[in-house]
């Protein structure tokens, strides 16, 4: 199993910034891929960005150029700087870790940071 535990988050006018961070730990599994998704009321799940363990990025299409992924390898922690926020990017927001153990790769999600932006 691995664990997840999320913070940050919150209420912020559009135009500003909000973090996130999600650290992963397990006994067993190694943390491969981590990224972060969102979902909002009514609508799919969908990609926010993600980041291998080598560094790779990759965002969705309404996070480029605003939002910004990393990750601490040694912390195992995914953080998610989101700048120039909109309205439309109220949505609950979940971190996803892939854990690994031999030839074994499992999704692990976390319990979702709530980011509500004001107009």
């Known amino acids: 199993q691995v664990q997840l535990v999320e913070s940050g988050g919150g209420l912020v006018q559009a135009g500003g910034s909000l973090s996130l961070s999600c650290t992963a730990s397990?006994?067993?599994?190694?943390?491969?891929?981590m990224g972060w998704y969102r979902q909002a009321p009514g609508k799919q799940r969908e990609l926010v960005a993600s980041?291998?363990?080598?560094?790779?990025?990759d965002y969705g299409d309404s996070a480029k150029g605003r939002f910004t992924i990393s990750r601490d390898n040694a912390k195992n922690t995914v953080y998610l700087q989101m700048n120039s926020l909109k309205p439309e990017d109220t949505s609950v927001y979940y971190c996803?870790?892939?854990?690994?153990?031999?030839?074994?790769?499992?999704?692990?999600w976390g319990q979702g940071a709530q980011v509500t932006v004001s107009s």
């Open positions: 980041i291998t363990s080598g560094g790779r990025t």
């Open positions: 996803k870790a892939r854990g690994r153990y031999g030839i074994i790769d499992k999704d692990y």
């Open positions: 397990s006994s067993i599994f190694s943390i491969s891929g």
